[in-house]
């Protein structure tokens, strides 16, 4: 009896050792950039509601995502060798989702701080821009600077370095969204006074909108922030591979065309 069960003991510990040893080899940690080269595939994360970066357009019947994210997005797929698979999702769930997974990159106008240097990394910086308001039309001339923001509903995407910088102006009340979309719509019906946007984000809704302005004379200081691309923290060959492709592109004068190209594209949608 007693050898029996030794012998049981025996066979079950072997078994576990045997099914123990196997799964460590099946989830042995390749990097990232292994990953996506196995898979072939890269997703990248954005939030496609921020014109010229990246946004919706209705192309040959078929809403497409254009911009000229988008277009660094395809060059760093390309790179790799790999297919892209483009993810809209609200500016916090990008930020959120390459520690979690669900995204290999995000490129979507994010600015590096060092908050979210914490939590993720960031790539060289491939564009900078300045940020303002954008106001109805009618109500232009009331905007001066940053003062004549008092008592006003200020509106800003959710998680962004915008409603930081919104939260901080004295006697103003933020209203805070997922998606500028919604912003742009919630300023058109009144709701909103103002949205703070990145100065060609904010000029491409004016041009799109006959009923909306920018406001260049309201300026935030210590907000010429640029645009990086994100990855999980300590995807080194990831992130080295993102800043060659970024090197490049800067280099051989893309990311200007890449631009001036989707801010060609933006002055389309007007309407
Ligand atoms: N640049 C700002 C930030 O990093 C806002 C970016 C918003 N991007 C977008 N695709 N909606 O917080």
């Known amino acids: 009896m007693k050898k029996l069960l030794s012998i049981i003991i025996t066979g079950i510990m072997a078994l576990s050792l045997m099914t123990g040893c196997g799964s460590t080899q099946a989830t042995e940690p390749e990097n990232k950039l292994e990953a996506i080269k196995s898979a072939g595939k890269l997703i990248v994360g954005t939030s496609a509601d921020y014109p010229p970066y990246e946004f919706h357009m209705i192309i040959d019947g078929v809403d497409t995502i254009v911009g000229f ?76 600077s940053q003062e004549d923001l008092k008592g006003k509903v200020i509106g800003a995407q959710t998680g962004t370095l915008q409603e930081g910088v919104a939260q901080e102006i004295e006697g103003v009340t933020v209203k805070s969204l997922g998606k500028v979309t919604d912003l742009i719509l919630e300023l058109k019906t009144g709701k909103i006074d103002a949205v703070i946007l990145e100065l060609p984000v904010a000029n491409s809704y004016a041009n799109q909108n006959e009923d909306l302005s920018a406001v260049k004379e309201v300026v935030f200081e210590k907000m010429e922030g640029g645009s990086s691309v994100i990855t999980a923290e300590g995807e080194k060959e990831l992130m080295a591979a993102v800043n060659e492709i970024i090197a490049k592109l800067i280099k051989e004068g893309k990311i200007d065309t890449f631009v001036a190209d989707a801010t060609m594209l933006a002055e389309k949608l007007a309407n």
């Open 69 to 144: 994210d988008v277009e660094i997005a395809k060059e760093i797929a390309a790179g790799l060798g790999v297919e892209l698979e483009i993810k809209d999702m609200a500016f916090d769930a990008v930020l959120a989702g390459v520690g979690t997974g669900m995204i290999d990159l995000g490129v979507a106008g994010i600015n590096p701080t060092p908050e979210r240097e914490a939590a993720m990394d960031f790539s060289d910086v491939y564009y900078k821009a300045s940020h303002t308001i954008v106001v109805k039309s009618e109500n232009v001339s009331q905007y001066k």
